[in-house]
């Protein structure tokens, strides 16, 4: 199984450098980041994850994607961040309610909880 990822991974990277302006870039960034993310290489996922985003700061997947991957790398005030930043761009649901709150009270951060706390009454 490692050993797909790793060739899965070679085959991301190639495309992504032979065709920097290809129309499928942030799925391959996505699914790179997936890659990366089960062979344990948590810092090139983050990367991959935001190259994703810059290609589209509207697709909420990488979004949502980048922010679990702070919450599960104990960066709870980073994912909260993530969220409150691409809420300028993508409208609120319930999962990304629940996410800001999520990383909003894992951080501590009084203010943060009050902030998503208020946007999660909208469900």
Known sequence: RQGKLV?????????????????A??????????????SRKLKEAEEQLRAAIACNPAHREGIVRLARLKMWTGQALEAATVIREALKDIPLDVELAALFLSAAIESGERNLIE?????????
Request: glycine fraction near 2%.
């Open 115 to 123: 902030e998503a706390a208020s946007l999660s009454t909208q469900f």
């Open 7 to 23: 060739e899965a991974e070679r085959h991301y990277r190639r495309g992504l450098e032979r065709h920097p302006r290809h129309p």
């Open 25 to 38: 870039r942030m799925c391959a960034h996505l699914d790179l980041a997936h890659c990366l993310f089960k």
